[in-house]
């Protein structure tokens, strides 16, 4: 009988030892309730501070605590290939840096390396714990690798102490739960599950002395706009960017500034993607000598001779294999249709996104946006919305090009300007 958002779902609870191991009791009925099938798997620590009994007393099946003395030979890799997920709350700094430098110390760390199961981590420690660089750079570890990381809340503490590091109520880690469930099955079912997406993002800083670059407006949100919405339609997504905004859970990310490095990183990759999204703001030309020490302003102002600097979309174009699609954008404040139209045919892309930046909230640092997308097949044009609406516009328009015998979508205007 159907009871909630985690029906017929095998949850592994892994319990490891603080204060807030009692909560995780609590949270254990909650996901029974949900109707999960729940496994516990609790630390020796947490034993200090609920018994074992009371885990398997309101668990779907007994609890397990040891990787020797369970009936089970070989109980962390065979519960992980039960899991459907696994949730750890509350994660000690010990569990956090377990799992993210990969040591098996107990059955819970061991079962967690042994899953493919997306992982749930549920921190809860004390505040001076919480902010140490140690289990921040742990837990982002994690989070490059895909796992999902419940923040904690602030809140009283053991001790009588208050601030951040109290374990996320029972109810909002069932919600999270479920939100992981969710995501998960949609990537698996979605419409680019199986396809590598490469997107660069943000704008170029081109040196001119130490401390002084010819750049550009580029926030990098469109462009990581496109990676969330591939990442959750169900690709495998590396972002080439200039800019430390979030990127998907698990993705690749590659952190550049110059136009040189941009090149360099997203042609190495290149050949192994489906489909390459060139959203970044490059830099077309940077000044041909770099000066090695900050220029005095007393020295009256500096004589910039610029070079021109690949251009990364034209050489991905001419190096463009069959079956991949290739996305530029075209930011223009003229005759966008006009210059979106030559982009598509000079350089080789299949998909060329014209973006008018001089309109307000279109383009440059908003949050929104408002494009053209120009095929080759006819354009569509997407009115003003959000920087993820246009992302799944521009995947929907890569989605067409990889139909076979492909036509024009039925909401296309018409051919290009000749
Ligand atoms: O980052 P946001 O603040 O969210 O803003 C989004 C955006 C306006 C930057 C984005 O929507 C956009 O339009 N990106 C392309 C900007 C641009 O450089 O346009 P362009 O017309 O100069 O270049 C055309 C295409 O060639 C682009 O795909 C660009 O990535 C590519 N290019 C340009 C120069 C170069 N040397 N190498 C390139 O690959």
Redesign the pocket.
Known sequence: MPRGDLDGTTVVLGVSGGIAAYKAVELERRLVDAGAHVVPVVTESALRFVGLPTFSALASEPAHSSLFEDPDPIPHTTIGRRADLVVVAPATARVIGSYASGISSDLLTATLLATTAPVLVCPAMHTEMWEHPAVQENLATLRRRGVHVLPPEEGRLAGGDVGAGRLAEPARIVEAAAEVLRSTRARASGDLAGLRVLV????TREPIDPVRFIG??????????VAEAAHARGAEVTVVTTVGLPAPPGAEVVRVET?AE??EA?LERAAEADVVV???????FRPKVVAGEKLKKRAGPPDLVLE?????????GRRKRAGQVL??????TGDMAE?AAA?LES?R?DVL?G?D?GASGV????DT?E?TIFTRGGSRAVPLTT?KAVADAVLDAVLDQMRPGRTAAPDQEGALPA
């Open positions: 660069s993002a943000g704008g550009n407006r580029s926030s990098g949100k469109q462009g990581h706009a136009a941009m090149a997203v060139m959203a970044a703001a490059v830099a077309d021109p600097t690949l251009d990364i979309l034209a050489e991905l996305v530029g954008f075209a930011a223009e210059e982009k350089k892309a996104v973006n930046v383009g440059f640092e908003w946006n494009v920087k």
